[in-house]
């Protein structure tokens, strides 16, 4: 059968049938903490030549921030005790795969993902690990990687903002995400006046990830 006469699903089946697994190529962590992963660099350079082969087009289509909060790790060490904050923000992915013969033709994937950090990378962590199992699942790739067979670690002293409609649509973001969109506007080569329409200082969280995600493919083009 000719690729171009296949729909979407049979495109789609054809590329899982190709793409069997991708190694877990990435050390995360140090020493006894340590543990493999799968990069994102490894799941794209498997998936995008069969993409490519079968006329599929990938990319997340929309984005909604599920959750954002703090973690508190608190330790004592020679009678002082130190608190360490980091960011926590969960994003809602629905990964759009389209018959590229076809446009109107496509498949979508509603996938999550977790990220955290201590400065401002816990969004861009989010939208990574969200994109990269819509991957995954989608063309059924294995890893070797059954989170079931571990048990999750418990979080202490976890200060939980549940992203609910209210809270997303009047939140305004923090002074460190504006020096970030600033800072990313400048890679990009466009000011924060002109991409945010002057508006920079009262931008909402809900729209953070989309910025973010613009900026992020306007720096890749400028690059190329």
């Known amino acids: 059968m000719a690729e171009k006469a296949m729909n979407i ?4 089946s054809a590329a899982t049938a190709e793409i069997s697994r991708v190694a877990k190529n990435l050390e995360v962590g140090f020493g006894k903490s340590s543990y493999k992963a799968v990069g994102e660099a ?6 995008k030549p069969v993409e490519e082969k079968y006329g599929i087009y990938s990319y997340p289509v929309s984005r909604e921030i599920m959750e954002s909060g703090v973690l508190e790790n ?15 923000m969960r994003v809602s992915t629905v990964y759009r795969f389209v018959n590229v013969d076809k446009p109107e033709e ?7 993902g977790d990220g955290v950090d201590s400065q401002d990378k ?41 992203a ?18 600033k800072s990313m506007c400048e890679k990009a ?9 002057g508006k920079l200082d009262s931008f909402k969280v809900k729209h953070y990830t989309d910025a973010v995600t613009a900026l992020q ?3 890749e083009s400028k690059g190329k």
């Open 9 to 12: 699903f049979q495109r789609m």
């Open 42 to 47: 490894d799941v794209l350079a498997a998936v």
């Open 74 to 88: 608190v330790s004592e060490y020679n009678g002082q005790t130190t608190t360490k904050k980091q960011f926590q």
């Open 106 to 112: 496509y498949i979508d994937i509603t996938t999550y």
């Open 122 to 162: 816990a969004p861009g962590k989010a939208m990574t690990y969200a994109d990269k199992y819509a991957l995954l699942k989608a063309y059924k790739i294995m890893t070797g990687d059954d989170p079931d067979q571990n048990m999750s670690g418990e979080l202490k002293g976890y200060n939980k903002k549940p």
């Open 164 to 181: 609910t409609k209210s809270v997303i649509e009047s939140e305004v973001i923090s002074d460190k995400e504006k020096e970030y969109l």
């Open 189 to 197: 080569g466009v000011s924060p006046e002109d991409f945010f329409h």
């Open 217 to 219: 493919g306007m720096i």
